[in-house]
């Protein structure tokens, strides 16, 4: 972690989660704005991103000096999203303090791309993973490779632990 304040923390997580563990989202957010934490950043899929970003905006009203970085993959990425989540993801992107388009159009390899910009610049990555290989384990595996502590936060007791 960086000796400058503020640092960057990265979340990244399944396009599944269910918004079951706001509160821990919510909790580690504070703990790491107490250690000094001031920019977050999500890569705006469905699930733990959006659930993640929105814990961020919500924060914004106790800790003013918390930014939000939006790291979408092409500009339309959102438009597969359901109804309520095109709404949310179209809040959060007005909302975030910057909006970086890795790419005007899809293309192979986009979402990687999308996460090691995620991970590059960080200090810190909280994970919601489940152990299995996706796109979250690839995130986790490249913070690992790049030197960036991950914080799994899933709630299974064996995948508790920092990896």
Not at 54 to 80: H, M, N
Not at 81 to 86: A, K, M, P, T, V
Not at 105 to 124: C, K, L, P, T
Not at 132 to 154: D, L, M, Q
Request: some cysteine.
């Amino acid at each position: 972690m960086n000796d400058a304040v503020p640092y960057v923390v990265t979340f990244t997580g399944h396009r599944t989660y269910s918004r079951h563990n706001d509160q821990l989202i919510e909790h580690c957010i504070e703990m790491l704005y107490g250690a000094g934490a001031r920019r977050f950043r999500v890569g705006m899929a469905e699930g733990f991103d959006l659930a993640a970003a929105c814990t961020v905006l919500l924060l914004q009203s106790k800790y003013p000096d918390i930014e939000l970085e939006a790291f979408i993959p092409w500009r339309g990425f959102e438009q597969t999203f359901s109804e309520s989540n095109r709404r949310l993801y179209s809040l959060i992107v007005e909302r975030a303090t910057r909006v970086h388009y890795l790419s005007e159009s899809y293309f192979v390899g986009i979402y990687q791309q999308r996460n090691e910009a995620m991970v590059d610049g960080a200090d810190y990555v909280v994970a919601w993973w489940d152990g299995k290989p996706s796109g979250t384990a690839n995130t986790v595996r490249y913070a690992r490779e790049v030197g960036c502590p991950v914080k799994n936060i899933f709630n299974r007791e064996q995948l508790e632990l920092d990896i």
